[in-house]
Structures are given as structure tokens and as C-alpha cells.
């Protein structure tokens, strides 16, 4: 493994604070190390893994689909980019669908659907403490100073105004505005969940003026709060929705959805994407979602979800480190009250368990939406033992 980790830090640009592992092998909720060491794994690709490590469903699609065709040019149509566009306009608020490979892609998309729209009102309203990505336009967009900090001059047009503070929107409107721009639960700024009618708020405050609403569900999006989508919890119809992560279930895939009356906006020449809805790609979302996107697994995933955050209430009630349990279906975060959180982490990797932690304070748990709770209840052991040992 060591010889492996030095060949990365040679060739492997540095863009990453990587812990010293090399895995080599998934099954379900669990990772295997090129040592023979096998982790449960809470970090899922950060969301991504939502049917687990190589799961039949996936590799089936794969298969099928590399055996007939790989890739075509958007030139021409592609059947299971169709038949995906479809899905999931008729499980969303969306009726049209832009196919990218990425959340930061999608987040670009909407970005410039947006402002194509707003004739001449260019200015999107977005939060602080939100993350939509890493390129120049989502970069701009994230309300988090020290990821722009090193990169300018970034492209103009955003504002930034508290999340869950409905007033501070409504004041930052003017006649440039033409749009809003939010997670329905904030990931990278600390699996930070809105008051029950913020969201509900915010939309009506776009409504009165005649803005977009866009919902980055990158992250909460394809089952995780146990609806399809995040926005669902919330009674929300957003005018553009973007998407990633979770869609390809392990195979890199985003999307940019759209109601009709905004995707008109966009033409032939606007925006493109040579890979984007290529036909593996699309074969394997349409897939994930055709298992996802059903009664009985968004259930699970809720239940599941509620038995997590009880287990950790439970903690919280003997460890004094734990501040606040809080999040959605599988998307579970634990706010502990210190300076940095990152010895649990480390603590838990040593014990055989991957977490992830977020602003420094809030572990964050997006384990696979199959997850157990023997699963669950593994975690709460290892992390009982971290908060005794080094909390």
C-alpha cells in the first residue's frame, strides 16, 4: 500500500487531504483495502454510492449496455437518454432535462438557463455556507469564502444572504435579480436543515417577483431524504432542478432539469456536453432509478434514517461532545461542540468504520440507501467508543 501511496503523491495532483488508504474492492455497504482490511463505509463517494458498493442492478446495466453501445454524439437521439429524461420529468416538477456528467456541470447549466431566461436580469441570489461546485460560474455561486478566496477575478452576478433567513432574501431582491439558487438541505455547510416554511418562503418571495427558483439536489436528490427529491419534503415546485451524485449510483452522470416555459430559453448553440447522457451512462441511472424511485425503498430509506438520528440522540444524552442530531432520511448529521471533529474521524477509520466531517464541527453520514440497521447500529458502537476514548 505505501508503494502505491507514493506513486499517487508523485503523479496524482494534490487536491485532496487523502487518508493513507488504497480500496480496492466494494460489496454493498462495505470497502476492502489493498491490505485485506475491510471498512463499513458511511461516506458513500460522498452521496453517490445509493444502492451500495457494485450492486447487481448497475453492473447488469453496464454490461448490457457496453455490449451494444458505448457512446453516440448528442448530434443524434439516444434511446435511454429518452427514456431517463422521461423518468424523471415525471417524478419532478421538471418537464425537460439537460444531461451533464457532474454536479458543478448541472449547477453551470442552470446557471446559464437562468440568466438566458432573465433577458437582461442576470443576478442569482444564493446562500451563505452552500456549496454548488468547484468550476468558475458554481465556484462564484457557493456562498463559502475560502473556496473562491485563491481564484479570482470570478464571474460577477451572485449575491450571498444567510440561509433559513427569509427576510435577508426579500431585502437582497432588486431589478437585477433572476433567480434563487439553494440546497433544500445544506451538505458541504453542515447538513444544515430550514425551518419548515423557510423553503416555502423562499419560493413564494420568487413567485411575487417573477424569478426562478433553482434546487441544487445534487446531494439530497435520487432518494436520499427518502422522497425522490429533497424539495419534496418541503411541498416546493422548483423551475429548475440540478442533479448528480446519487443518479448514476456509482457511474459519473449529472443533469440539469427544467420546467417548459424556462427550458425554452435555451436553443441549439446554447450549451452542450459531448459525454453528457451518453448511452452507459443513461442506461445506469435509468436503472438506479427504476429501483429508487419506488414506495417501499423511499419508505425504508425514512425509517432508517429516524432510527439512525434516535441512536444518536441516545449517544447524545451520555456524551456531551454530541451539540445536534439533525438531517433527513440518510442524510444524517451530528453537530459536536468542539473546535474540530476530525480524531473521530480518524478514530473510526482505525475501527474499521468511514466517516466524513463537514465545517469542522458536523460529522456527516451518507451511507448507502440499502444500509442496514445492524449497519447502523455498528456505527453508533465505534462512535460511542470515539467519543469515550477521544471525544
Not at 462495505?30 to 463499513?40: A, I
Request: aromatic share 8%; net charge negative.
Amino acid at each position: 500500500m505505501e508503494n502505491l501511496i507514493a506513486l499517487g503523491q508523485k503523479y496524482v495532483m494534490n487536491t485532496y487531504n487523502r487518508q493513507s488508504k488504497v480500496f480496492v474492492k466494494g460489496q454493498g455497504s462495505y470497502v476492502w483495502d489493498s491490505e485485506g482490511n475491510k471498512y463499513l463505509d458511511f461516506v458513500g463517494g460522498i452521496a453517490v454510492n445509493i444502492l451500495g458498493h457494485c450492486p447487481e442492478v448497475v453492473q447488469k446495466a453496464l454490461h448490457e449496455q457496453a455490449a451494444k453501445l458505448i457512446h453516440c454524439s448528442n448530434l443524434y437521439w439516444i434511446e435511454p437518454q429518452i427514456k431517463l429524461a422521461q423518468k424523471l420529468a415525471e417524478a419532478s416538477s421538471c418537464d425537460k432535462v439537460f444531461f451533464c456528467n457532474s454536479g458543478a456541470e448541472a449547477n453551470e447549466a442552470a446557471i446559464k438557463l437562468a440568466r438566458k431566461w432573465g433577458k437582461g436580469r442576470y443576478e442569482i441570489i444564493t446562500m451563505e455556507k452552500s456549496f454548488h461546485g468547484r468550476t468558475l460560474g458554481a465556484l462564484t455561486a457557493t456562498g463559502q469564502e475560502k473556496y473562491r478566496k485563491d481564484f479570482e477575478p470570478l464571474p460577477g452576478g451572485f449575491k450571498y444572504v444567510p440561509y433559513n433567513d427569509l427576510q435577508a432574501l426579500v431585502d437582497a431582491i432588486d431589478h437585477h435579480t433572476c433567480a434563487v439558487m439553494l440546497e433544500p438541505i445544506q451538505g458541504e455547510g453542515g447538513v444544515n436543515v430550514p425551518d419548515a416554511n423557510y423553503l416555502k418562503g423562499v419560493e413564494e418571495a420568487c413567485r411575487l417577483n417573477n424569478l426562478l427558483l433553482i434546487v441544487d439536489e445534487v446531494q439530497t436528490g435520487i432518494g436520499r431524504t427518502g422522497k425522490a427529491f429533497g424539495y419534496q419534503n418541503f411541498g416546493l415546485e422548483p423551475d429548475i432542478i440540478t442533479l448528480a451524485k446519487g443518479l448514476g449510483g456509482g457511474v459519473p452522470i449529472g443533469a440539469m432539469l427544467a420546467k417548459e416555459a424556462v427550458a425554452q430559453a435555451f436553443v441549439p448553440g446554447d450549451h452542450a456536453s459531448t459525454f453528457g447522457g451518453n448511452p452507459l451512462a443513461t442506461a445506469v441511472a435509468l436503472a438506479v432509478i427504476e429501483k429508487v424511485f419506488t414506495e417501499e425503498f423511499l419508505v425504508s430509506v425514512v425509517e432508517k434514517g429516524e432510527y439512525f438520528k434516535e441512536q444518536l440522540n441516545q449517544l447524545k444524552t451520555n456524551y456531551p461532545i454530541i451539540k445536534k442530531v439533525k438531517g433527513l432520511g440518510l442524510m444524517v448529521g451530528c453537530e459536536l461542540d468542539v473546535e474540530n471533529g476530525s480524531a473521530i474521524v480518524q478514530y473510526a477509520i482505525e475501527h474499521g468504520v468511514l466517516i466524513n466531517i463537514v465545517g469542522n464541527k458536523t460529522l456527516r453520514f451518507v451511507p448507502p440507501l440499502t444500509t442496514s440497521k445492524d449497519e447502523i447500529d455498528q456505527v453508533i458502537g465505534i462512535l460511542a467508543q470515539a467519543f469515550e476514548e477521544v471525544g
